[in-house]
């Protein structure tokens, strides 16, 4: 019988969790270790109590760093079967979490069944569904009605939110009164802004924060605390803006905690690769060593169309800098609805950040798969290289579309593989390049 309601309760009245355990084993440490961390707020284990096709995963200080992976159906594209198609793709690159961010209609049927069939843990943002949950336009909705929506995804069995407590008026002010290029970038951000400038009311989310505190405890969910004023260009990072509700969002974070809830933090956005270390290090003193989930950042703002290498790169400076979770972003971004070409195409970029960090950041057993790879280049072992690759499809194609005349080399160098040749000198063997005339 569980006799506790979130797991960082459970780590608090020192019980280890089986879910506590299934993160220990798949990060090669202590269950112990894990309880305490989760005890003390710097791992998180986003796992709603009635999201039962889930594995656990651990996010946080000392962790692997975890991708997700951003899906949904919007109203110009409105194909559940295309979404599903991306779920699938995700599940096959291991992906430890999927957001829908679907904005269109009654979402609820496609979560429902994302939840049943996903072993990865998925999150929401209630404030994109409210419009289309509730059937109202957004001046219509009540503070009411936004707990609402927030209920019925963790009824669902969501297990983490995206929910943006932290713009209340003293970051609005912040933001109004420095200016910026790109204003608010942030979608939910955007809509609550709107709604506040419209009503003259304080943010729903801080006002009633102890309340959705509350409906989060019931089932367990992880709160992730949304940056709604982060950059959407490097020319807005590091602002008033963005501290002035990171600031916000510490204090939320004990608050929180203080209810045994769950916590991540939510990050930037677009920023210069000379911001990010700093950033990182920032985030983690005001928010108290909270797991820090960040999109991107992308450290240029000219490459649409090639938006995933601009985040692979400033995901990886992040992840190595204490950043524990990064957002994929795809060569759609700014663009369009990434296909299902964009979203493999993301995910590997995300992945490549994510454990290139690791390495970075001594991760035990981060260096393993490297090292196997390394072993099989020398022996020119290709079943194996595809065997060991991010993406050993793509690694096949390419090496089979111009196939060397000798399967111990590649196309690219032929007899002159440098591998090839110092291999067959340490092996007592003669090299020859001009036997055949």
């Not at 269109?104 to 289309?132: C, H």
């Not at 420095?178 to 955007?190: P, T």
């Amino acid at each position: 019988m569980r006799n506790y309601k979130t797991q960082m309760e459970a780590a608090k009245k020192r019980i280890i969790t089986p879910e506590m355990r299934l993160v220990a084993e798949k990060e090669y440490t202590d269950p112990e270790k894990i309880r305490e961390s989760v005890a003390s707020g710097t791992v998180a284990i986003p796992c709603n109590i009635r999201h039962t096709s889930i594995s656990a995963e651990g996010i946080g200080t000392g962790l692997r760093t975890k991708i997700n992976v951003n899906l949904g159906i919007s109203g110009d594209c409105k194909n559940y079967e295309t979404e599903m198609k991306k779920v699938d793709m995700a599940l096959k690159f291991g992906a430890e979490a999927i957001m829908d961010l679907s904005n269109y209609g009654k979402t609820n049927t496609f979560r429902r069944e994302l939840i049943a069939k996903s072993p990865a843990m998925i999150g929401t943002v209630p404030m994109y569904d409210a419009i289309g949950y509730l059937e109202k336009d957004l001046l219509e909705i009540t503070a009411e009605d936004f707990l609402r929506v927030v209920r019925a995804h963790a009824e669902e069995g969501v297990d983490f939110m995206t929910i943006h407590a932290g713009i209340n008026r003293r970051a609005v002010e912040a933001f109004m009164r420095e200016g910026r290029k790109m204003n608010i970038v942030s979608r939910g951000g955007s809509l609550l802004f709107a709604w506040m400038m419209m009503t003259g009311n304080e943010n729903p989310f801080y006002e009633h924060y102890d309340e959705v505190l509350e409906i989060l405890r019931e089932y367990d969910v992880t709160i992730s605390l949304g940056d709604a004023l982060r950059p959407g260009c490097i020319d807005d990072s590091t602002d008033a803006g963005q501290i002035s509700e990171l600031i916000e969002l510490g204090a939320l974070t004990e608050r929180a905690w203080a209810k045994d809830v769950q916590v991540m933090v939510e990050g930037p956005g677009h920023m210069a690769m000379n911001e990010i270390e700093a950033n990182m290090k920032l985030q983690k003193r005001i928010c108290h060593n909270a797991p820090f989930y960040v999109l991107g950042p992308l450290v240029t703002d000219i490459a649409p169309g090639y938006d995933h290498i601009t985040s692979a790169i400033g995901g990886a400076i992040a992840a190595a800098n204490g950043a524990d979770f990064l957002c994929y972003v795809t060569p759609a971004e700014h663009l369009r609805l990434p296909d299902l070409s964009d979203v493999k195409e993301g995910i590997v970029a995300s992945r490549i950040a994510a454990h290139a960090a690791d390495i970075a950041k001594g991760i035990p057993h981060a260096r393993e798969r490297d090292n196997a790879m390394a072993q099989a280049r020398h022996k020119v072992d290709w079943e194996e290289m595809f065997s060991l690759a991010i993406d050993g499809e793509k690694a096949r194609e390419y090496f089979e579309s111009t196939p060397p005349s000798d399967r111990h080399t590649c196309s690219m160098c032929g007899k002159m593989c440098a591998v090839r040749t110092t291999n067959m000198i340490l092996e007592g063997k003669k090299v020859e390049f001009c036997t055949e005339k």
